[in-house]
């Protein structure tokens, strides 16, 4: 990857950050559609801010000619709980590269440089949800090494719906 910086972000590339997820997002509505819609706000500015303002949460960002072209949200987590093994790792929420620079090695960089920050802090994983529409996504994350922990499944009810799409009170019997 070669004429590209990779480091965390600063509150001031926001903006930016948010012109990439716009674009990365409609690939959640057109596929989900059931899950996800368009909007002009897709963060809220607290959980934004979460990202900045905390040293176990981070906006690891690709920049070329000093535009950003790709981002991910990570957050460190330690988990000790008496019916766990303790442990360290750094959860993955959120990665997109900006459309047109697509396949040219930048998510793969961008994984890199998070499983170095990874490992620089001790922890024992790198983990991540991955939608399964979103094949170019798993095929990076299985050449990468991921492998399948666990499986999120649904099934949707037939309920009930008013005329603005909202499920309707539950009835208590008197």
Known sequence: MENYDIGFAKKTDIQEIL??????????????PDIYKSSEVLYTNDFLKGFCDR??????????????IAYAFIQINIVKLPMLTNRKFVYLHDMAVLNSMQHQGIATGLLEFIEHYAISIGASSLELAVHLFSDHAMSLYKKR??????????????????????????QQEA
């Not at 040293?55 to 950003?68: L, P, Y």
């Not at 090494?145 to 539950?170: C, H, T, Y």
């Open 19 to 32: 012109i990439i997820k716009k674009e990365a997002h409609e690939t959640f509505v057109a596929n989900r």
């Open 55 to 68: 040293e176990n949460k981070h906006i690891a960002v690709v920049r070329k000619d000093s535009q950003i």
């Open 145 to 170: 090494g991921f492998n399948a922990r666990a499986i999120r499944m649904e099934k949707p009810l037939n309920v009930g719906m008013d005329s603005q799409g909202q499920v309707p009170p539950i």
